[in-house]
């Protein structure tokens, strides 16, 4: 598939996202060295809705063949913590009254990705059967979750089954600085080693 593959067809797309992820060679890490099986599935933040259909219709057509998907959309993730931690009627009555820095830095210590994200991704990765991880939501969750920051913290929880990450932005490699996320096109969101999916052979 094209390096470009913002000119291809959201159709194409499913289909080689399809034919990636019910592959064997996916499903069971191979040709990765040693490398964590983590994948970035990148597209255009204006494509956002209509790679949140993709998803679902993508999920609905591995499970017909077998594979066991374990979404997890972080913003959600996130709303869930709040909540049970009984302040997140707090956050929403604060939020008008205080600046966004502010908010930022508390959101940030309660949602802190090694203390508590990741460990709240553990807790689902143990209550689920998958094949197959995709967490989702890194736009929404910006600036106060940062999605390299995950992935880093991740890496320990989640090396034994492939995770894909839809990422609305570019994902792209350099000789100079390596692989680097930069969120909507725009915002530089961290440096993270991981296979783009587009450049995965079926």
């Known amino acids: ?87 997140w009627e707090q956050t929403l009555a604060v939020e008008k009254d205080v600046s966004k820095s502010e908010l930022k830095e508390m959101l940030q210590g309660v949602l802190d990705a090694e203390k508590h994200m990741v460990p709240a991704i553990a807790a689902k990765m143990a209550d689920a059967e998958f094949d197959v991880m995709f967490p989702s939501g890194a736009g929404e969750v910006y600036p106060y979750i940062r999605s390299h920051n995950i992935l880093n913290n991740l890496q320990s929880t989640a090396k034994d089954k492939p995770t894909l990450m839809f990422f609305p932005g570019e994902y792209t490699h350099s000789l100079e600085s390596g692989a680097s996320l930069n969120l909507f096109g725009i915002f530089h969101d961290g440096y993270y080693r991981a296979f783009n999916i587009f450049h995965c052979e079926p």
Not at 33 to 45: R, S
Not at 69 to 80: K, M, P, R, S, T
Request: one cysteine or more; charged letters at 25%; a positive charge.
């Open 1 to 87: 598939m094209s390096k470009n593959i913002h000119e291809k067809s959201l159709s194409d797309r499913f289909h080689h996202l399809h034919a990636v992820i019910s592959g064997q060679r996916f499903l069971k890490k191979q040709g990765l060295g040693n490398e964590v099986p983590f994948f970035i599935c990148p597209y255009k933040p204006e494509e956002h809705n209509e790679m949140i259909r993709m998803q679902g219709q993508l999920v609905n057509k591995l499970e017909q063949k077998g594979i066991r998907v374990l979404e997890i959309n972080l913003y959600d993730l996130a709303v869930e913590m709040l909540q049970q931690r009984e302040i």
